[in-house]
């Protein structure tokens, strides 16, 4: 029996299914739901309900249907949950997720159901009984069968299909005008808390809150809450601190320092119970040096009412699979304090900025950002734009009901500029969304979020419409709304070895697999030596997609050859491709190699079309490679740190600290080493001496900007736990060098033995000729 990592408000426990005990595979177990709380119990955190960021997924395909149907396709089990929801508050009935099988090959989650809140009977827990309750707060029932219900279940495609759906309800459906008290529905936004937060402050209570509210949202239906989740929200806010757990994170941090000086962790403030607190183990930033071109920063406990205010640092492996950068405890949540937060955690990284960044729509953090990663493209989570949609158009959608889907149709579907303006405009003039301030708010940021704005930019994600969330829930089924500070440290550790596990078996997978080729091609060859099994996987059907897509030659200037590609039948989707035959460079107008950094099947076809037999160098991300984490470590800590954290006297402490021990276990092995390292100690002390004697003074321990008085301990020793020298970065750049020019040999060599053939096929053609000739002139003359 398999036990699931956390007990979820809706206790979960996994049964490996029996022989003849259902109707599934037998590579699968099965989850059954044991407890269900009820729909109208206030004091439940609902974190498994179909609400929040859990409904974040890829609609790309959908179609403005009214309801499901069994064979209805969906890009994921997410959008499948998010549409039925959205089908519920369209009915009247609220929803939560039910029984879902796992595969056991991987521990995926294969098949899900997602049922009217309203399904099955309340059960007794042991001690409940009708007499002696008179303590208790009696709970209305609201369990009473009900049936109705929707089956998900994953193709080989990796899409989702409707296996099963249930429409009939055996109880009466909400109106639309008490849809919002639903639990499925109800959900306090950001800028609702920004709006609570700032009435709080100036001494207003629930209730006068609420009107404001009402007032501002045109009607209660629109707030998107009740009552009582505004008065459960402003408790928490009041409340929001570690207190006695506090103690028990700082005593973990301590203890996982002291055995392992590359663990980094760091408070702001005065008082620990009330200040921020980051940490980042080794393996989070050895994780960095690898795959630190691309990052999220999840704050989903601002979103789904978590207890502990947990927000990862997270990123994409090799595999595709999240992988760890570090985590935030954050009590405070100004700019200065994620401007702290984010300053910190480069330090932690050595000071070196990611390519791009995801957030959420959050006017402080753009800020924070903007400050600390000034050249980094920041994009913000589409998904909870696509909540905050369903909340501030929810009065239009319940009279237009396929709003929402042409919504997302709109921002998934769109493949360039002109088309994405044209299609916004249509669908603010045809659904009368002219003049509305949150969807103008929403145009006007449209460059950090909408898809075909970001493509020049590395995101790491297979597809462009991909939902980053799907791909950064690492701590999923670990850390929810009824996680506590107590036992957040035992998830976070379960949930950190359960990632590592999986990387293994995908490496394991890797090396000891091969994968089907599919076509003679020996690119394909190629990469299947190169690439991971998934990153391999999703190369190939690039490549197998150029059979379908011809090249075209349109322009030759002499260095760059312009094609149009484009699918049979599909011609009104063409692409265009710039090739540099020389260089054997390639731009395409999808930007997908620029987005994921796997090559597009149009810049494929263009190679197919021109001979190019082996995929140049260039368009191989190391990062993606079986080899991902060979080679030196981008890591000279001291060095490559911001000024500020150079600056501490705590990090410079640590710094020579962990070096010297390094030096003293090395020096202390045979006594002509020894011997060695006592000359280099004493020519390296004079040079202090001289340094000190005509250098700037000696920076006495303060305060770092941005914090006010901050705890820090970290050990900055390399990861590997060896020293790293400027021999060695001198030698792999001019190796990289010499690589570069190797390669580019190697072009020319291509692009001269192309021109050879082509060479020898035209002599080949005018012997043939010539013969052909000398064969009729000699009959000529026979006859």
């Known amino acids: 029996m398999e036990f699931e990592p956390l007990n979820m408000p809706n206790e979960v426990i996994e049964f490996d299914v029996m022989a003849g005990g259902s109707g599934e595979d037998d590579d699968t177990a099965i989850a059954v739901d044991v407890v269900h709380p009820d729909d109208d119990d206030d004091d439940y955190n609902d974190d498994d309900l179909v609400s929040g960021r859990d409904l974040a997924a890829t609609v790309d395909s959908l179609d403005p249907v009214l309801e499901p149907y069994e064979g209805m396709e969906f890009e994921s089990e997410e959008s499948a949950r998010i549409f039925y929801n959205s089908y519920a508050r369209r009915v009247g009935f609220s929803t939560r997720v039910s029984v879902y099988h796992r595969s056991r090959r991987d521990g995926a989650i294969i098949c899900r159901q997602v049922v009217c809140s309203r399904e099955g009977f309340r059960r007794c827990r042991d001690g409940d009984d009708t007499e002696g309750r008179s303590s208790k707060r009696q709970r209305a029932v609201t369990r009473v069968g009900c049936k109705a219900m929707i089956t998900v279940k994953r193709l080989d495609s990796g899409k989702w299909v409707v296996s099963k759906f249930f429409r009939e309800h055996n109880h009466e459906l909400v109106p639309p005008d008490k849809v919002h008290c639903l639990r499925s529905h109800r959900h306090v936004s950001g800028p609702a808390r920004s709006l609570i937060d700032t009435l709080q402050a100036a001494g207003i209570g629930p209730s006068g809150v609420m009107s404001v509210l009402i007032k501002e949202s045109g009607g209660i239906n629109n707030v998107g809450f009740t009552t009582v989740d505004c008065r459960n929200y402003m408790s928490s806010s009041r409340q929001r601190s ?30 620990l119970s009330t200040g921020n607190i980051f940490w980042a183990d080794a393996s989070s930033r050895m994780n960095y040096s690898y795959f630190g071109d691309t990052v999220t920063f999840d704050t989903t406990y601002r979103t789904n009412r978590y207890r502990v205010p947990f927000a990862p640092f997270t990123g994409l492996n090799h595999h595709g699979q999240p992988v760890l950068f570090g985590c935030a405890l954050l009590l405070n949540e100004s700019e200065s304090s994620f401007v702290w937060l984010f300053e910190t955690w480069l330090a932690a990284m050595s000071g070196r900025r990611p390519i791009s960044i995801t957030t959420d729509h959050d006017r402080v953090i753009r800020a924070a950002v903007g400050q600390v990663f000034p050249d980094a493209r920041h994009r913000f989570c589409k998904w909870n734009i696509f909540r905050e949609a369903q909340e501030k158009l929810s009065q239009v959608n319940q009279l237009q009901p396929t709003l929402e889907a042409e919504f997302r149709k709109c921002i998934n579907a769109t493949e360039t500029v002109d088309e994405f303006e044209a299609c ?40 462009i419409t991909q939902g980053s969330d799907s791909v950064n829930s690492y701590f999923d089924g670990f850390v929810n709304a009824s996680t506590t500070i107590q036992v957040l440290i035992k998830q976070y550790e379960k949930a950190v070895a359960s990632r590592h596990e999986k990387e293994v078996k995908a490496d394991y997978d890797t090396i000891n697999t091969a994968p089907v080729l599919k076509t003679p091609s020996p690119m394909e060859k190629q990469a299947a030596n190169i690439y991971t099994r998934r990153i391999f996987m999703k190369f190939q059907e690039e490549l197998v997609e150029t059979l379908a897509n011809p090249a075209t030659k349109i322009e030759d200037t002499g260095t760059v050859t312009t094609y149009r590609v484009a699918k049979f039948g599909e011609d009104h989707k063409a692409h265009i491709v710039r090739f540099s035959v020389f260089e054997k460079k390639a731009n395409c107008s999808c930007q997908m190699f620029e987005f994921s950094g796997i090559i597009c099947r149009h810049i494929l076809a263009v190679f197919r079309a021109t001979n190019v037999l082996t995929l140049p160098s260039h368009y191989v991300l190391k990062r993606w490679t079986r080899n991902a984490k060979s080679g030196v470590v981008l890591d000279e800590r001291a060095l490559d740190m911001p000024s500020n954290s150079r600056e501490s006297a705590t990090v410079r402490y640590n710094n020579l600290r962990q070096e010297a021990i390094k030096y003293v276990e090395e020096g202390a092995k045979s006594i002509h080493i020894y011997n060695v390292a006592m000359e280099a100690l004493q ?70 033995r192309a021109n050879l053939l082509a060479i020898l096929k035209d002599m080949e053609e005018q012997k043939l000729k010539l013969s052909v000739k000398v064969q009729n002139v000699r009959l000529g003359l026979k006859d």
């Open 424 to 463: 916004w405009e249509s669908l603010i003039q045809r659904y009368g969304l002219v003049g509305n301030e949150w969807v103008q708010s929403m145009y006007n940021a449209r460059q950090q979020w909408v898809p075909v704005y970001l493509r020049g930019a590395f995101f790491g994600e297979m597809s």
């Open 242 to 271: 570690l207190g006695s757990g506090g103690q028990h994170v700082l005593d973990y941090l301590k203890r996982m320092q002291a055995e392992n000086p590359s663990f980094f962790y760091a408070i702001q403030g005065d008082e």
């Open 683 to 752: 020519e390296a002390s004079k040079k202090v001496a001289a340094a000190k004697k005509h250098g700037p003074g000696v920076t006495q321990l303060g305060t770092m900007v941005n914090g006010g008085n901050r705890e820090m301990r970290t050990g900055e020793g390399n990861c590997m736990g060896q020293p790293q020298s400027y021999s060695l970065d001198e030698k792999d750049k001019k190796i990289m060098e010499l690589t570069s020019e190797l390669d580019n040999a190697n072009q020319r060599c291509e692009v001269y």
